[in-house]
């Protein structure tokens, strides 16, 4: 089987690599398997992609750990935010095919693909910024001292991503990691490897050194549990569901203890207070539920309404809901494209389908859309209780529920009462009970009078089982460094 094939889209034509990216180069898996991957539009195949298992992520080791220890750890920290800044600079020179790949291996709309492109060329950029600012700090201990403390790369990274954004977990991952010094072997999820595999080639390209990023195509069975249980790999960082995560940790404690961050699950509460602009907080409610298809671990899927505005919501919530686009992702116009997978399709359609069964009222959608692909109605369940499985498990799809709550302590106490903690959201006019309220939230992230407002200045990671660490700003730089106390006696002669 080759290691290229032209790939046709509806936008364009390029040239898709399949072979795993180990050192440089696009290679065939020991085992010589392929996999296939496929569109969720229409349900077809795209093309074979090279899988790789348990041998192939010894070999990429194996590569990272010969470039940690020479050419890469020749290379200044200005040259590497140089080389970052490079890749991310190739990134928006590709953005239109970019934006393709992860239109047709995703599924999600074309014109929101493009905003994923932008921003994790912008995610590269700032990590390129920070390179050369990793300090660390002098300590005056006593006069016959000199003491000093480094921050050095923990070495060896591996990094495993998910589905819901292909590219811009890939930047979220690989920028901290390669500003502070680190080599890293990555496991794009087995639903979306295509771009991943695109940017290998843009790596190349850019001028990193071999083996300082590796890319295999794989399954987490396989090679995503060989990452998490390897003797010569120092750190993991998994972004994925809360179940994954503890088999990820329990490895790493089983195999060499490494280190370990976790971006989990969600069930985040979205508050809409009774003083609350109600045409802008359903604007914001809306995409913090049905963005990217609601496939996205931060979706806004309890809604806790005041019971003063709780009817009026519903009636513009309703509305706003059946206005979205869902359709081709190929559409510019299209909001709402279909889920990844048959899997994702099923699981979500067995929670609507246990809703309606627990007596949830369905305000609008709760069935398919259309006839062909992985199409979903955006769907609003009312009349629910905190006992249903739809308002305490993370259904990861367009799906959503409204509750009502009598007063701003009850919003808090329904809000926290979850084992997630990944984010949240408050809608006033009141800044006293918008600091109040997020201040009282558990949760990483607390949007007020707005939601999926992501930033990569911005720190983003969970409380309670929503995961360890943090994600993007500066942050997420003490998860790839080492701190080295270095205490020098001064002799006085």
Known sequence: MSLFQ???????????????????????????????????????????????????????????????????????PSERGRLLTRLADFLERDIETLAAIEALDNGKGVTMAKGDVTSSAGCLRYYGGWADKIYGQTIDTDTNSLTYTR??????????????????????????????????????????????????????????????????????????AAIAAHMDIDKVAFTGSTLVGRQIMKSAADS?????????????????????????????VNLGIFFNHGQCCC?????????????????????????????DPFNTETFQGPQVSQIQYDRIMSYIKDGKGAGAKVVTGGDRHGSEGYYIQPTIFADVTEDMTIVKEEIFGPVCTVQKVRSEEEA??????????????????NINSAIRVSNAIKAGTVWVNNYNTLHYQMPFGGFKESGIGRELGSYALENYTEVKTVRVHLSRS
């Open 299 to 327: 979706a806004g899927s309890r809604i806790l309404v005041h019971e003063a505005v709780y009817e009026k919501f519903l009636e513009l919530f309703k509305k706003r809901a059946e206005q979205n686009k869902v359709g």
């Open 6 to 76: 032209t790939v046709q889209t509806p936008a364009l034509t390029y040239e898709q690599p399949l072979g795993l990216f180990i050192n440089n180069e696009f290679i065939k898996g020991v085992e010589g398997k392929t996999f296939e991957t496929i569109n969720p539009h229409n349900e077809k195949p795209i093309v074979a992609v090279h899988e790789g298992a348990e041998e192939d992520v010894n070999i990429a080791v194996k590569a990272a750990r010969s470039a940690l220890n020479g050419e890469w750890k020749q290379v200044t």
């Open 151 to 224: 921050h050095e790369p923990v070495g060896v990274c591996g990094q495993i991503i998910p589905w819901n954004f292909p590219l811009l977990m890939f930047a979220w991952k690989i920028g901290p990691a390669l500003a502070t010094g680190n080599t890293i072997v990555m496991k794009t999820a087995e639903q979306t490897p295509l771009s991943g595999l695109y940017v290998a080639k843009l790596i190349k390209e850019a001028g990193f050194p071999p083996g300082v990023v590796n890319v295999i195509s794989g399954f987490g069975r396989t090679a995503g």
């Open 256 to 284: 060499n203890l490494k280190k370990v961050t976790l971006e989990l699950g969600g069930k985040s509460p979205n508050i809409v207070l009774p003083d609350a602009n109600l045409e802008e907080a359903i604007e914001w």
């Open 412 to 429: 808090i106490q329904v809000a926290n009462d979850t084992n997630y903690g990944l984010a949240a959201a408050v809608h006033t006019t």
